[in-house]
């Protein structure tokens, strides 16, 4: 089955110590992006990609980085973690900007 | 900028019954897809139901039907002959699909915590 993919499921690291999270897909969509989820909230986005061309929210820290070396894969990076940056991070994709978006698992992060 | 609330926080339904999430949202687009996700406890957010702005005609997936009025901006989730596997956060959620700074971006209303009893 196409599906989005998320790996690890759960990541821990320390106070400050990078860390990497992936994301790959079978869809062969265009759009890639990146959430953070609280606990009980709704997804903030991160960024997104389409195709090669990046895009950040304006109150994305940038302690947050991303990269997509092809189609199928896009890793979030954290440069160094903070405490409030222990979250669930959800990745998406969509064929197209305005097309529905299918979620991957999630990966949660706990940050000691 | 686009804005989508959720007024329920919590409901709760006896399995079988059939329970109404509402939705709102406030949007000067015109082309624009609304959509409902369930997000089961540690588990994936999945799309239950999508609506296009443009049809006049109510989605409909199974058990799950939504209430589009537009000129209401209004968009509620039915869930008939509720089940046990239902359990989880539902998200409400916009997307406009033309052109513009919101081009691509999900809005997300608040969520509510929807419990099906036995």
């Known amino acids: 089955d196409a599906m989005v993919i998320q790996n690890p499921r759960y990541q821990v690291t320390q106070f400050g110590k990078p860390v990497t999270l992936s994301c790959s897909q079978t869809l062969n969509h265009n759009v890639m992006y990146w959430y953070q989820q609280k606990s009980s909230q709704a997804p903030k986005l991160l960024f997104h990609?389409?195709?090669?061309?990046?895009?950040n929210e304006a109150d994305t820290p940038d302690n947050f980085q991303s990269r997509r070396p092809n189609t199928s894969f896009c890793f979030l990076d954290i440069r160094s973690p903070g405490l409030g940056d222990a979250a669930m991070y959800l990745c998406a994709t969509s064929w197209d900007r305005g097309g529905e978006q299918y979620f991957g698992p999630g990966t949660r992060l706990t940050v000691t | 900028a686009q804005t989508v609330t959720q007024s329920q926080p919590e409901m709760s339904v006896q399995e079988a019954e059939t329970v109404t999430l509402s939705c709102t949202y406030d949007?000067?687009?015109?082309?624009?897809?609304l959509f409902w996700y369930k997000q089961p406890p540690s588990r994936q957010m999945i799309l239950v139901i999508r609506?296009?702005?443009?049809?006049?005609q109510n989605a409909t997936e199974n058990r799950f039907s939504v209430n589009f009025q537009k000129a209401a901006k209004s968009f509620s989730l039915k869930i008939s002959d509720s089940q046990l596997g239902d359990t989880a956060m539902y998200f409400c959620?916009?997307?406009?699909?033309?052109?513009?700074?919101?081009?691509?971006?999900?809005?997300f209303g608040q969520g509510t915590i929807l419990t099906v009893h036995p």
């Open positions: 949007t000067s687009e015109n082309n624009y897809y």
């Open positions: 609506q296009e702005a443009y049809k006049q």
């Open positions: 959620a916009f997307l406009a699909n033309a052109g513009g700074t919101s081009y691509g971006k999900l809005t």
């Open positions: 990609y389409y195709d090669k061309d990046f895009n």
